[in-house]
């Protein structure tokens, strides 16, 4: 699809040529003379029409509006979060056979931070998953105009919502693909048609290399399965050779049954999302192809699949990981850890100023936060500090969990050096001090996006969180790393490295921005 961003006053919006035109109408909203504002002012003082989020009113050729069909829609107080609502609640209407053009015009002011948020709500609106299905029709919306009172003032919000949607539909995308359609090692092709972008390169490893690498954690779960396992390696060079790189490490089970420890049948078809924290890798470096901030960043993902078979590690077997640690897989079905672990070890080879993991990894996360909020759990407290507000900037939140040591004293093992699972009280923060011996010093955070990755009943699908929320934690490094260069006092460097990302006022004139997010995966 393809966005626009345009100066667009509420009296020039009424002539806009497109096929469906929304107008978000704040509350203490203030009318101009013009025929539309006339319109909106009349609506509400009617009682038609709430300035609520969620609330809308939809006309068919109003007086003086070029667009056939108009719909009004409550803003609240403007904030992303209230525009975001207003905007999902709109899906349907955006998602009409006939919409193949559309606009959107804020009846008042607005901030970047809101205009990254409608730009994501209509991607979101309008994504189909049509890979698939025989006869599915492709969405008919190409093209979104998105005006605004003074677009220079929110152009580096608009092309924030841009680059994160790019990658939050990428993400979306591989997660719902079934585990037939999206192996490890489709998976790794997906990887690699990221790299046709100038700033990124992925290098894939196969068995051979990762039985080399002494990965026998990893290589443990995927003993069970036909498929062959793929360790993929994306580098996203934005900043000189000598800035440490962030690393993120994604979850890549693209089937998980449990193992000889199989799961039951019911759901179990969900288990094709157990690559979100993968996808939501993938779907980070689609977006910092877009964005092309001044950071570099690797991105891990062991994939494979995990399924019983007569090769299948067992249950008491122990394993060797990469870091010379022995554990015993009291559990086939928490795999997870089991994967993550190599890569973690393989990670600090890259020196990381961060690592952070993202994984689908376990139940117990969803019992605890529900699907709203991931579950954050570091070792550092800067880091976790930047998540954290990462997460609520970009409206994907997580929430902080303990790691005290004491929870790790369920994984002791009379076989090996530790086992793989703690008991089931506080299951997701024994999980996470699993990882933990993993990552010596390096400052390291780990998602559990058991609950946020994907929606279960009829809405299911992949959300492509926590992209946001990545890509927000991203740019900020970037920009603290540009004030760092500059010298200068964070606050303010912070805020002229965020000017310096948009271009010259002559040129922001002069033409709208176009910014396109691309349809198909791979
Ligand atoms: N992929 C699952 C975690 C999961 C389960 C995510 C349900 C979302 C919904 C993971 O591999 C797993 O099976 N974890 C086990 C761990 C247990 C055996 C210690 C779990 O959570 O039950
Ligand atoms: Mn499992
Ligand atoms: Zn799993």
Same mark, same amino acid.
């Given at each position: 699809m393809n966005f626009d961003l345009k100066t667009l006053p509420l009296s020039t919006a009424a002539a806009e040529k497109c096929d469906l035109l929304i107008v978000l109408v704040p509350e203490g909203f203030k009318p101009a003379a013009d025929a539309l504002s006339t319109l909106v002012a009349h609506a509400l003082k009617q009682g038609d029409l709430e300035a609520k989020p969620g609330k809308s009113l939809s006309l068919y050729n109003a007086p003086a509006v070029a667009s056939r069909r108009l719909v009004l829609a409550g803003a609240g107080n403007g904030s992303a979060k209230a525009v975001r609502q207003a905007l999902l609640a709109c899906a349907s209407a955006l998602k009409g056979p006939q919409i193949k053009r559309a606009a959107l015009v804020f009846a008042g002011a607005i901030g970047p931070d809101a205009v990254c948020a409608a730009v994501l709500a209509v991607a979101d609106g309008s994504y189909v998953y049509t890979a698939t299905k025989s006869k599915a029709e492709a969405p008919a919306l190409a093209r979104v105009t998105v005006g605004v009172p003074d677009a220079a003032a929110v152009r580096e919000g608009f092309a924030r919502g841009t680059g994160v949607a790019a990658g939050v539909e990428f993400a979306r995308e591989w997660a719902n693909r079934p585990a037939n359609h999206a192996t490890p090692t489709l998976l790794a092709n997906a990887a690699k048609t990221l790299a046709k972008a100038p700033n990124i390169q992925c290098k894939v490893h196969g068995p051979a290399e990762v039985a080399r690498l002494g990965m026998g954690s990893f290589m443990a779960v995927a003993r069970g399965s036909e498929e062959p396992l793929r360790f993929i390696e994306l580098h996203y060079n934005g900043a000189a050779k000598s800035v440490p790189p962030v690393v993120l490490v994604g979850k890549g089970i693209t089937f998980d049954t449990g193992g000889i420890s199989i799961k039951p049948a019911? +759901?179990? *078809? +969900?288990?094709?999302? *157990?690559?979100g924290g993968a996808a939501s890798v993938l779907g980070t470096f689609r977006a910092l192809a877009e964005l092309k901030p001044a950071i570099n960043v690797l991105g891990l993902i062991p994939a494979c699949e995990n399924m019983p078979d007569g090769r299948a590690v067992k249950p008491g077997d122990v394993v060797t990981t990469m870091n010379g640690l022995t554990v +015993?897989?009291?559990?086939? *079905?928490? +795999?997870g850890r089991l994967v993550l672990c190599d890569a973690l070890t393989y990670a600090a080879r890259f020196k990381p100023q961060a690592l952070v993991d993202i994984a689908t990894l376990t139940g117990a996360c969803v019992i605890a936060l529900g699907n709203l909020r991931s579950g954050l759990f570091a070792t550092d407290d800067a880091l976790a500090a930047k998540l954290q507000a990462a997460g609520e900037a970009a409206l994907d939140p997580c929430w902080r969990m303990p790691l005290d040591d004491e929870y790790a004293e369920g994984l002791k093992s009379n076989f090996a050096d530790m086992g793989n699972v703690g008991g089931r009280a506080g299951g997701s923060i024994t999980a996470a001090k699993f990882l933990q011996r993993f990552v010596g010093d390096t400052p390291w955070a780990h998602l559990d996006i058991a609950g946020t990755a994907w929606k279960s009943g009829a809405a299911k699908g992949g959300t492509g969180r926590p992209v946001g929320l990545l890509v927000h934690y991203l740019l900020d490094v970037a920009r603290g790393a540009a004030a760092g260069a500059a010298g200068a006092a964070p606050a303010a460097a912070r805020r002229r490295a965020a000017d310096a990302s948009t271009p010259a006022p002559a040129a922001k004139a002069a033409k709208p921005v176009r910014a396109k997010t691309v349809r198909s995966a791979a």
């Open positions: 019911a +759901e179990m *078809d +969900e288990m094709k999302f *157990d690559m +015993e897989v009291l559990n086939t *079905d928490a +795999e």
